[in-house]
DNA sequence: CCAGTGAGTAGGAAATCTGGACCCACGATA
DNA sequence: TATCGTGGGTCCAGATTTCCTACTCACTGG
């Protein structure tokens, strides 16, 4: 007897259920820039202190972040990304592009972020395996657990 | 006297303001699957109605859903994306391949995207100028503001 | 008439967020 | 020595959100 109300099994969920709470990817932007350290987080994401210390200890245990200490005496730690958290990277620059164009609609953007390659960085998403850019129309889902299709729960 | 304490500006967090709150994301998620009814959303996202409602106006605002009318009598509504709406199914989809990656370590997959090209679809974030893969060690941020430096506000 | 569906509202309890105050250890200043 | 400033937090009261269950309203189909 599966609950019926669960929702729709995604990778999507769980990936927000980790870092979909307020702050967090905030907290990743300002780590992944290379400000781990409480205050610098404070100051430059405006979140309240203790929030901060707990979607810190939760990223932390998620395996996003580690703390490590940069000064024994007197004890003083920073925060960096894990390879995990460096690969949601991709996914702030896309959010961020997509901000730049929809909400700042291309002026006064507030941040540049350079590639290796001497460009502006412009993040595009593409297909591994054709190399062509990602859009909408392109896409087909198709649900794998039992029980789900795409349009939602079958009907046992 | 700029308040000191404002956060960086950034339009990540712009973005996020928009697209951040709990259940967004999946709405846009469902929404980009083609279950925009309302009964849909809330049986497949497992959100609370009243929190559903909230949202699908709220984005509806920030215009990335619009509301149809797919039936005159009884009035039944129907939710879709709009353009800006749709240039965000990128973003879900790089974050579900980090989730599929990091959360399911790659097994028990609940769900599949094929790409138009056949294959399918694991989204690689690449630079617009180069084509190469986005990687941490090949960015460089600029703040572009005046009173922010990466590292945080700068001294006045 | 009755049951069912779609799209919500209503209301109270539970959780979360907020801004600020406070704590502790240390180093620097005076 | 006393005091200040800094880094990294914790604790608290009050406001705001969110959750959950139930209810409404309009309509359809039998």
């Excluded at 992944?32 to 987080?41: E, I, P, T």
């Excluded at 990223?59 to 996003?64: E, Q």
């Excluded at 993040?123 to 896409?139: I, N, Q, S, Y």
């Amino acid at each position: 007897m599966a609950a019926t109300k669960d929702p729709r099994p995604c990778s999507i969920a769980d990936a927000l259920a980790l870092v979909g709470e307020k702050y967090s990817l905030l907290v990743l932007r300002e780590v992944c820039l290379g400000n781990g350290r409480f205050d610098q987080l404070v100051r430059n994401i405006g979140a309240p202190r203790d929030i901060l210390a707990t979607r810190l200890r939760r990223l932390v245990d998620a395996g996003i972040l580690t703390k490590r200490v940069y000064s024994e005496r007197p004890q003083r730690f920073e925060y960096r990304a894990t390879p995990a958290g460096l690969e949601l990277e991709p996914v702030l620059m896309t959010l961020k592009e997509w901000g730049d164009r929809h909400i700042r609609k291309g002026t006064d953007l507030p941040m540049a972020v350079e590639h290796g390659c001497g460009n502006e960085l412009v993040p595009v998403v593409t297909c591994r395996a054709c190399g062509g850019e990602v859009r909408h129309e392109d896409l087909t889902a198709h649900a794998q657990v039992p029980g789900w299709t795409v349009t939602g729960p079958s009907a046992a």
